[in-house]
């Protein structure tokens, strides 16, 4: 690869900033100054610009269990974003591949590869998300069916797709749901005249939540998981 995409790529700097730089001298290749932004450069050089040691990196998957009173935005005059958590340099902005609401917790991807954002956010991909939901009420007798059949929210025209539900207690269970409406889940146990207390995500398609990350760890995802998703 061209130094001068070398440099873009591992910094985010413009192909026009990456030649000046590289022509006033501020780049060396394996400890010699190189001037010339057209010499070729292999992931085995050793780049050095602005006294950083640069490595191509690839795309970055995370999982992150999310803790309470995060946001699932890049900024935020009142919370912490979940992209504070995430303490590490990118070349470019992460992505987080479908968000959740402040006082839900658990499973959240994020990553800098739009694309496989795209493969679990967009609507036709209908990625299936498992929630587990404790709730202000029992649940009534016929709960399963009415998921299953899909539920008329508020204000929408059409009734959710079908939805899983799996009763753990009257007052737990797990629902599966292969969209993501504006507050979903809860608006699907509110139009069931009942209150959704805690929420937390514990998969997202074939994505489980590691049980060893605490609330507000991370851990990069394993390259099964990421090709779980495609
Ligand atoms: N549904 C909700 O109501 N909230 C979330 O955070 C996710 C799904």
Known sequence: MRLDKFLCTCT???RIQAKRTIG???VTVNGALQKSPAAKVTDQCEVVYDGRSLKL???IYIMLN???DTVSASLDDDYRS???IIDIETRIPLLIAGRLDMDTTGLLL???DGKWSHSITSPKKECGKRYRVTLAEPLVDDAVELFAKGIMLRGEREATLPATLEILSPLEALLTIHEGKYHQVKRMF???NNRVVELHREQVGNIVLDETLELGEWRYLTEEEVGAVR
């Open 12 to 14: 985010g700097l413009t």
């Open 24 to 26: 006033k001298g501020g």
């Open 57 to 59: 990196q690839g795309p």
């Open 66 to 68: 999310k803790p309470l």
């Open 82 to 84: 979940v992209l504070g």
């Open 110 to 112: 994020i990553t800098d």
């Open 190 to 192: 509110a139009a069931l």
